[in-house]
């Protein structure tokens, strides 16, 4: 399975190619509350995702982006309910304001609509290190259960060489500095594993204590929001458990699509079907038109 | 002083077999067209260094240049993988490459070290990582003022960095803005400068968003237009976004690569 190596790796703000709605079929909002009263739209299982990850970001300032899908849900969020955030890029703008999603981090939009634009050491030394900013968002390649992430290689058994991963580019130091950590990927079993092949970035370490240990400023990951629900670290165990599932999602699908045995939290929530603002600002970000049209 | 050369002969002077070279440019200003000069010179048993690698790194590698990569995120970015560099890596074609791996954090700082002289940089990083575990320039040190442990970076000093810019006069005082990126600290870093350049004008105004290299820092300048293309020179030129998606398929397969290369590279000056 060379495949995991493709793209949706990304360390940071990188790899993914757009991540919402893309290719995927438009999932229909059937089963979703059974019988209650839903919205006519339809809408992707990445629209979910996005959707729920840029509501992540609710009552938060300032906050470093990777590029793909915490891109488009931090950029969603600036559109709906957060228009101050600001959107930094490690490419070295803060206050980035793009009208529609950039493909990549260097993208001459983030730049031209940058309230400064600053060097990359800079960056990384003056902004992220020194514990300014609010939250880091990140994509992953493999997750464990501690939201530790590898984006460097993927074991594929002793007759294979490794699978190359992107590498960390900034998430290793996104995740230890910002004052919190929102991760967003893909669910899968390929993706959320028993045990990493190689931690690029920490996230809760191996349990409770190990961000202090190692001396890693923030507070860690809060969140993993996934195209299937949300998962939490528990507040005493530090691993990931299982808070919301989207609608028309089932539990045992979230487990199932996991590779270690994952914990459900008593009264599992279902999270809010997406708003047609929310679906309008999002399908208006990947044309570039205007989500208020 | 720098003087203003063609990129054949800049090249051809300063970049010799089996140096360390860093072509940089975070996405934006990424020296291509000296990239394409490097292949058809046949220069090689380079290591390269750069924090993206990108296109560029992948064209270079998998037309067989490189012995080793100093890098932190290599992927086409917004796309996907760099098949060449994987193929590099993963099954050592054209040649294998040996690959010294970092964080962003720490190559910038590496190439601040190296534009400062100094041996290596400090920073809170790769705390709890495994990447110290494979490579060799990373290391701890102990603050002697608070007792802190922090990251060690080696360093990072080409033989000869290259990037693309704006503009340069024809005394060869260098211009760039917009996403500058590592361009000043790599430049700096470096014994040998080559800057390819999108206009020579006659007099370089200043702006208060630019950065400057003086001419007696940059020994070469070439004038090349569109030379970053598809990257991109903010007020010249936009990133072609197309290409880089339409890179995929072509770098996916040895031989579609190949011929890419012949076609476009290789024929072409």
Known sequence: ?293 | MAEIRSLRDAVAELIHDGDTVAMEGFTHLIPFAAAHEIIRQGITDLTLVRMTPDVIYDQLIGMGTARRLVFSWGGNPGVGSLHRFRDAVENGWPRPLELDEHSHAGMANRYVAGASRLPFAVLRGYRGSDLPKRSSTIATVTCPFTGEELAAVAAVNPDVTVIHAQRADREGNVQLWGLVGVQKEAALAADRVLVTVEEIVEELKPRPDAVVLPSWTVHAVAHVPGGAHPSYAAGYTVRDNEFYQAWDPISRDRETFLAWMREHVLEAS
């Open chain 1, 1 to 293: 399975m060379n495949g995991t190596a493709n793209g949706t790796a990304n360390g940071t703000a990188n790899g993914t190619a757009n991540g919402t709605a893309n290719g995927t079929a438009n999932g229909t909002v059937e089963g979703a509350g059974s019988g209650a009263a839903q919205p006519a739209a339809a809408w992707a299982p990445d629209e979910l995702m996005t959707v729920n990850a840029a509501r992540a970001l609710s009552g938060s300032r300032t906050c470093f982006v990777g590029i793909g899908l915490p891109s488009a849900a931090a950029n969603l969020a600036r559109r709906t309910s957060q228009p101050d955030l600001v959107l930094i890029y490690e490419s070295g703008t803060l206050g980035s304001k793009p009208s529609r999603l950039p493909l990549s981090i260097g993208d001459g939009e983030l730049a031209d609509t940058a309230d400064a634009v600053v060097s990359v050491p800079e960056i990384f030394n003056y902004w992220l290190q020194a514990g300014r900013i609010d939250v880091g968002f990140l994509g992953a390649a493999q997750v464990d259960r501690y939201a530790n992430i590898n984006t460097t290689v993927i074991d594929r058994g002793p007759d294979r060489p490794e699978g190359r991963l992107p590498g960390a580019g900034g998430a290793p130091e996104i995740a230890a500095s910002c004052r919190k950590v929102l991760m967003v990927l893909r669910h899968s079993r390929r993706n959320f594993v028993e045990r990493l092949d190689f931690v690029t970035t920490v996230g809760h370490g191996s349990g409770p204590g190990d961000r202090a240990r190692l001396g890693l400023l923030g507070e860690g990951p809060v969140a993993v929001i996934t195209d299937l629900g949300v998962l939490r670290p528990d507040p005493e165990t530090a691993e990931l458990v299982l808070t919301e599932i989207h609608p028309g999602v089932t539990v045992e699908q979230v487990t199932e699509a996991t590779g270690w045995k994952l914990r459900v939290a008593d009264g599992v929530g279902v999270t809010e079907p997406p708003t047609q603002a929310e679906l309008a600002a999002l399908r208006a970000l990947k044309t570039g038109g205007d989500p208020r049209a």
